[in-house]
């Protein structure tokens, strides 16, 4: 007779090949068997659905140095009421930036008896950095990070085409690119009219960077990913450059699937992010691009800043911080507009756990599988919720879905086989390359 120590049943278990009753056992910390439903007993969630806990591999934490913009904490008190149990933070809005060893070491103590979901690193790749980047990739981050772009921090300058084609030759690791080409950008003026701003970052710019990062990758054959992908115009590149070979991948964020530019309002600056929100025709080409797994990803970009910073006192769209916060909503987000297009829930679980897990080599992450952490989340799909900012766990709960009537609540929350829920103990630890 097997003895586990948690088991799991749900007549809707989101597995790799498709949803089915079944009874997920686990022993110290790892799924290691997959029953039939009625086949032991256990924790039972009827007809609530059991997912693999998603996997965010775009999340600026902010901490060490801007950490009243968003610290461990909350960010990851955030992730795990969303059904997030895995992040991978983002080098750059933390002070020092995560370019070097040392910096690395500073972000993991800052994170230390703090996270309540599993944590990993990403390096960043800035100009004069180039030799730290074996020695960063050897000490555990899951890739680096480069902008074509100013980022909006002054510590973490951009890279241009020769610098990002240096990078990318001084160490075999995934590259992830924020792709906006600055020559086609402008300064907005001080506006508090949406369509202002839009105007200042056009699709062109996305474009143009992505054949950018392109090019660089086809001539040193590096692996790279194009981060947040708002510009459908870009699509076609991404479709030309894998039919020739060439290792990309992309995402996109739920703001570019679910938010359009035409319903922004006047000086609704919780709606600014970069690249930006755009119509309502470019939203539903991203989503023709994820059915057809052109676009692998949707992970969140949770951005946030202070509420000075964001300027929602003048609703000043120039001024304002550009970011968005939604590690916590992004799965019922994602899930109402998926659901409405008629996707299963086994295509939400792909684009936000499988396929992000996947993208960073954590083959213990995002699936429901044999030899898998057992981390779970009971998600009723069926259950309205409507976004009450006092109820998110970011630091500042700035949103653009505030009053949205949204489908799906996450019910319970499993890391690791254990029961987590944002207001215990912190459970999570941090990841490395070598965990895996």
């Not at 990993?120 to 730290?132: C, H, I, K, S």
């Not at 119509?279 to 949770?302: F, K, Q």
């Not at 319970?412 to 990841?431: H, N």
Request: with cysteine; glycine share 10%.
């Amino acid at each position: 007779m097997n003895s586990y120590d948690l088991v799991v049943r749900s007549r809707r278990v989101v597995l790799p090949d498709g949803p089915r009753p079944a009874a997920v056992c686990v022993r110290d910390g790892r799924i290691v068997a997959l029953e039939e439903y009625d086949a032991v007993g256990g924790h039972d969630l009827g007809e609530v659905a059991l997912l693999p806990g998603l996997v965010d591999t775009h999340v600026h934490v902010n901490e060490p140095g801007r950490t009243e913009w968003e610290g461990f904490a909350s960010a990851t008190r955030a992730a795990l009421a969303g059904g997030v149990t895995t992040i991978v933070d983002m080098p750059l809005n933390s002070l020092p930036p995560t370019v070097s060893v040392d910096a690395l070491a500073v972000k993991r103590a800052a994170a230390t008896g703090q996270i309540h979901v599993d944590v990993g690193f990403w390096g960043g790749a800035v100009p004069g950095n180039t030799g730290d980047l074996p020695r960063l990739h050897a000490a555990g981050v899951f890739g680096f990070k480069a902008f074509l772009i100013d980022s909006g921090v002054p510590e973490f300058p951009p890279l241009d085409p020769a610098g990002l084609a240096a990078a990318l030759d001084a160490v075999d690791a995934l590259f992830v690119v924020h792709a906006e080409d600055p020559t086609e950008v402008t300064d907005p003026p001080s506006s508090r009219r949406y369509a202002h701003f839009l105007s200042s970052r056009p699709p062109t710019a996305e474009r143009r960077a992505v054949g950018t990062v392109l090019d660089v990758a086809r001539r040193t054959g590096a692996r790279v990913h194009i981060l947040h992908l708002s510009a459908a115009d870009a699509l076609p590149l991404l479709a030309q450059a894998r039919a020739a070979g060439a290792r990309v991948s992309a995402e996109t964020c739920p703001h570019y699937l679910t938010l359009a530019a035409d319903d922004v309002p006047d000086g609704a600056t919780e709606f600014k992010c970069c690249p930006p929100i755009r119509g309502s025709g470019n939203r539903e080409r991203l989503w023709a691009a994820l059915a057809a797994g052109l676009v692998d990803c949707v992970v969140s970009d949770h951005s946030p800043c202070t509420p000075a910073l964001k300027c929602g006192d003048t609703g000043d769209f120039a001024a304002a911080w550009g970011g968005i916060a939604s590690v916590q909503l992004g799965l019922p987000v994602v899930w109402t507009a998926a659901r409405r297009r008629g996707h299963p829930l086994a295509d939400v679980v792909r684009w936000m756990a499988t396929s992000p897990a996947a993208l960073v080599g954590l083959r213990r992450k995002g699936r429901i599988a044999v030899g898998c952490d057992a981390d779970l989340v009971a998600f009723d799909p069926d259950a309205p919720v409507t976004v009450d900012p006092a109820a998110l766990h970011h630091r500042h709960p700035t949103t653009p879905y505030a009053g949205q009537v949204l489908t799906g609540v996450v019910r319970a929350t499993w890391l690791r086989g254990m029961p987590v829920t944002p207001g215990g103990p912190p459970r999570g630890r941090l990841l490395d390359r070598s965990d895996e």
